[in-house]
């Protein structure tokens, strides 16, 4: 059974920082890796998704990279802002009991201080 | 990308009643899914809503507890039966077109049982 792991599981920075969010999963036979964002009270944003054979993809200040034979994804934003408070997931996709599933990680709560 | 709407998007029900979900997409996608999120924690797929036969249940979550329908592609409905206080979370419906595709959440529907 696929288990994803996040980690820290809440990280407070000053603004302008440049921080890291780490995911690990247990089966590397994944079709992709999608990192999500939870603002409170509301749904999830997509942020990222990196293929199973792609090693990174970017987007502004973020960059998701995927090591797929150590079941490891960093998410690295630069310069964050208060804006960036928020909780950010990890979720892998794989296959199981005959269908397709997206796993989530329990979530890294950002905090950024002005 | 997929727009999803989900009604109601909170309700406060009794104990022992049923609460139907709707989950409506703005265009036909391939894959549909229910996640519950219960307070302060992750999502768990509850199951996968198969279109023109049963659903697909995860471990711990049975079809008579939360019988699901999706009679299109487009549209399906999840019913939380004979509600208890330890059903309230938040229940969101997903949807993917395909396995290497991005997966988008709806808004979620916040249901507290008394």
């Known amino acids: 059974k696929q288990e994803v792991t996040q980690i820290p599981a809440a990280l407070s920075v000053p603004e302008g920082e440049n921080l890291v969010l780490n995911c690990s999963f247990t089966?590397?036979?994944?079709?992709?890796l999608q990192w999500f964002r939870q603002d409170p009270g509301k749904g999830l944003t997509s942020l990222l998704l990196?293929?199973?054979?792609?090693r990174e993809q970017t987007s502004g200040r973020l960059n998701a990279s995927l090591d797929k034979s150590s079941g490891r994804s960093t998410l690295y934003i630069a310069a964050s802002q208060p804006g960036d408070s928020a909780t950010y997931l990890c979720?892998?996709?794989?296959?199981?009991?005959?269908?397709?599933?997206?796993?989530f990680g329990k979530g890294t709560k950002l905090t950024v201080n002005p | 990308s997929a727009v999803i709407s989900q009604k109601p998007s909170r309700d406060i029900c009794q104990r022992g009643t049923s609460l139907t979900i709707q989950c409506q997409v703005d265009s036909q996608v391939t894959m549909m899914f229910w996640y519950r999120q219960q307070p302060g924690q992750s999502l768990t797929l509850i199951a996968t809503?198969?279109?023109?036969?049963?659903?697909?249940?995860e471990s711990g979550f049975v079809i008579d507890k939360f019988p699901i329908s999706r009679p299109n592609l487009t549209f399906s409905t999840l019913t939380v039966s004979n509600m208890s206080p330890e059903d309230s979370s938040i229940y969101l419906c997903?949807?993917?077109?395909?396995?290497?595709?991005?997966?988008?959440f709806g808004p979620g529907t916040r249901l507290t049982v008394l």
């Open positions: 997903s949807v993917a077109t395909r396995v290497t595709d991005t997966q988008y």
């Open positions: 979720a892998v996709r794989y296959f199981q009991g005959g269908s397709e599933k997206l796993v």
């Open positions: 089966d590397s036979a994944i079709y992709n």
């Open positions: 809503a198969n279109q023109g036969s049963e659903a697909t249940y």
């Open positions: 990196i293929q199973s054979s792609q």
